[in-house]
């Protein structure tokens, strides 16, 4: 018995034969999409005058100041929105830019 196996012999013997791959079938492959150009708009070029319709506002009254119980002054905010959650939080953050102290007095719609 030989016990000496060259390399070759090794690999058939632990992976099996040589695989050869499996022939490819030739099937004919449609395209999806069509061939498309691009080309300019044309709602670019036109542009119609729309009549600005009606936006919803609502006015922030604020009463800001830097002082602790100093004095204050009475401030509005107009937001364009219809949540006065986030009109009330809009109008606050910009007078935090200036001003220290911020409270709110009322949020009407206009």
Not at 56 to 70: A, D, H
Not at 74 to 92: I, Y
Request: hydrophobic fraction near 35%.
């Amino acid at each position: 018995m030989n016990t000496e196996l060259t390399e070759e012999e090794m690999r058939q013997a632990l992976f099996g034969g040589p695989e050869y791959p499996a022939p490819k079938i030739d099937s004919p492959v449609q395209d999806t999409a069509p061939d498309v150009e691009m080309g300019q708009p044309v709602n670019a070029a036109k542009k119609k005058k729309v009549s600005k319709a009606f936006t919803p506002r609502l006015r922030v009254t604020l009463r800001v100041g830097n002082e602790f119980e100093g004095k204050m002054h009475e401030m509005v905010h107009e937001a364009d929105t219809l949540s006065s959650l986030v009109a009330e939080q809009e109008a606050t953050k910009t007078a935090r830019k200036k001003f220290r102290f911020v409270e709110v007095v009322s949020v009407k719609s206009m």
